[in-house]
């Protein structure tokens, strides 16, 4: 089982609506909870972090951390075909080593 | 904003090959990581360093090195390579202790190795 378990998709969702996109973690120890975008050959690039319980909003994300049941949640509002990557969800326990999921690719249809 | 350096971007070796892969952080960032990603994965990390002080190694096979210099770059040396070496190889950097340990990705370096 790996660490940062995310659902490979595809996601598929049409312009303007919300994308929903899950994240579960199995190391309790874990502080820091990060999302990134990657386009195919690109780099990872950092969207969002979250290192306490609730939501936090940056624009059109918001995202939501659940430390009791161990989930992380990406909601994008307003989704553009601009937005249609891979999506990795990643945990850290500090100054240590980022741990990815798998990502999850989502669709933004027009 | 100042980004992190890789070089070169792309490199094609051959079997048995020697390859050195360069990074530079993000001015004022004292933490490097080194990820290999390859085609359809999710990037596995390799080591990281901290302050120069190697601080965290994971699936870095043993014919990898790597070091973080005085002027925090950082080197990736990678020798007999193999086919299944062939990836990208991503290097990230943050602001350690004192920073959030937000991670920010270099463009990348394509290795082909045939």
């Known amino acids: 089982q790996k660490e940062v378990e995310q659902n490979s998709g595809p996601l598929s969702v049409p312009e303007g609506a919300i994308a929903s996109l899950n994240c579960t973690y199995s190391?309790?120890?874990?502080?820091?909870f990060f999302w990134y975008r990657q386009y195919s050959g690109k780099s990872p690039e950092l969207i969002m972090s979250i290192y306490s319980n609730g939501d936090k909003e940056d624009g059109r994300f918001t995202a939501q951390l659940n430390k009791a049941s161990q989930y992380v949640s990406l909601l994008i509002r307003d989704s553009q075909p601009s937005d249609s990557a891979t999506y990795l969800c990643?945990?850290?326990?500090?100054?240590?080593?980022?741990?990815f999921g798998t990502g999850t690719k989502l669709q933004v249809i027009p | 904003a100042a980004g992190v350096i890789q070089s070169p971007r792309h490199l094609i070796k051959e079997k048995r090959e020697t390859a050195t892969l360069k990074c530079y952080p993000i001015p004022r960032h004292d933490t490097v990581y080194w990820y290999q990603q390859g085609p359809g994965q999710d990037p596995q990390f390799l080591i990281s360093?901290?302050?120069?002080?190697?601080?965290d190694k994971g699936s870095i096979p043993d014919r990898f090195s790597a070091q973080q210099f005085s002027d925090y770059h950082s080197e990736l040396n990678m020798s007999s390579l193999e086919l299944g070496d062939s990836a990208l190889y991503f290097c990230?950097?943050?602001?350690?202790?004192?920073?959030?340990?937000?991670?920010?990705f270099g463009p990348g370096t394509r290795l082909t190795v045939t």
């Open positions: 190391d309790r120890v874990s502080q820091s």
């Open positions: 360093f901290y302050e120069k002080m190697q601080s």
């Open positions: 990230a950097s943050s602001l350690g202790l004192e920073g959030t340990y937000e991670q920010y």
């Open positions: 990643a945990s850290s326990g500090g100054y240590q080593k980022v741990t």
